[in-house]
């Protein structure tokens, strides 16, 4: 049984609504695509395993950009760690791509490295509502998001939560390095 949130059923879910949305047939968007019909509709039922360029050719031939198409529900808090979440492969290439987090429309982002040292940690004051803040670990080990649900992250792992609360950087090692994304509403 695949569960409600796996990947494949939230791109089928993704396929589905923005083919309707254009008002297209499957036969049509398959022909827009490039793809067979029963490719597509395989697709739409949750099965099959697109390569990197059949979700290109479908958010191509759907006008939207393809985090669209596999991006996960929103969390208060998500972590994926450095070998987590669904990769897509390409065909002719030894490529692979895993969508961390897609940008809703509307939203405005700014990005930051981020060098840390252990001692005390950078504690922050509530943001505006709405506001997320992402973080991907480059080196070293940190504990990190809302103060009363921080979580340790190692070299290679994601987070993201909600930035409209109190919330930390605590460095754990020497010269941690993070980037971080902060999205406002």
């Known amino acids: 049984m695949i569960e409600a949130h796996s990947p494949i059923l939230l791109l089928a879910s993704a396929i589905r609504r923005e083919r309707e ?11 827009r695509a490039g793809l ?8 739409e039922s949750g099965v099959g395993n697109p390569s990197l360029e059949t979700l290109w050719a479908l958010a191509g031939a759907l006008q939207v950009p393809v985090s669209r198409l596999m991006g996960q529900p929103r969390q208060h808090v998500q972590v994926i760690r450095a070998n987590e979440g669904a990769a897509s492969h390409a065909e002719q290439a030894n490529y692979a791509a895993t969508l961390l987090a897609a940008c809703p429309a509307g939203a405005q982002r700014d990005i930051y490295r981020v060098r840390v040292q252990p001692g005390e940690p950078r504690l922050s004051k509530p943001h505006p509502p709405g506001t997320l803040e992402h973080v991907i670990l480059c080196h070293g080990r940190a504990r990190v998001g809302p103060v009363e649900q921080a979580v340790t ?5 994601y987070m993201s939560y909600s930035a409209d609360t109190p919330h930390l950087f605590d460095a754990l090692d020497a010269d941690t390095l993070a980037v971080m994304l902060i999205e406002h509403a």
């Open 36 to 43: 067979a019909k029963s490719t597509l509709s395989q697709l």
């Open 153 to 157: 992250l190692a070299a290679g792992d």
């Open 21 to 31: 949305r254009l008002g297209l047939s499957v036969t049509e968007l398959g022909k």
